[in-house]
């Protein structure tokens, strides 16, 4: 279970679902990694130590460098006190299989994103 404020995992781009397809096979030949397919556009797996996740859609969302994320419990109020403590949002909340999250950047120009389970599903 996640905790609260804490990084959950770290989520590779990859330009699509044929990209995707081939980090895969690479981290499961080179490490031995078992990965949880979630469709065709995004693959993760505990097997790393944290959790990495391989992101293939090819949206809007897709970030363009690795991609640390944070697990909060609220993330309406966590949304709040980054733009209060002085980072700005790139991607408002939006939901995903799984959850719901946002991207923000960190004053140093970092982008960050924090994801919460979504209360709609039980």
């Not at 949206?59 to 109020?77: G, P, S």
């Not at 966590?78 to 909340?93: F, L, W």
Request: charged fraction near 20%; charge should be negative; glycine fraction near 8%.
């Amino acid at each position: 279970m996640p905790q609260n404020n804490r990084i959950d995992l770290v989520e590779l781009p990859a330009a699509d679902a044929a990209a995707l397809s081939a980090a895969r096979t690479f981290y499961e030949s080179a490490f031995g990694w078992t990965f949880t397919a979630y469709g065709d556009a995004y693959a993760d797996t505990a097997d790393s130590g944290v959790t990495l996740g391989l992101n293939g859609s090819a949206d809007a969302m897709q970030q363009r460098a690795a991609l640390t994320v944070l697990f909060v419990d609220d993330l309406e109020a966590t949304k709040e006190r980054v733009v209060a403590a002085g980072g700005s949002i790139r991607h408002d909340i939006y939901p995903f299989p799984g959850g719901r999250r946002f991207h923000f950047v960190d004053p140093a120009g970092n982008e960050i994103a924090a994801w919460s389970h979504d209360p709609a599903q039980p």
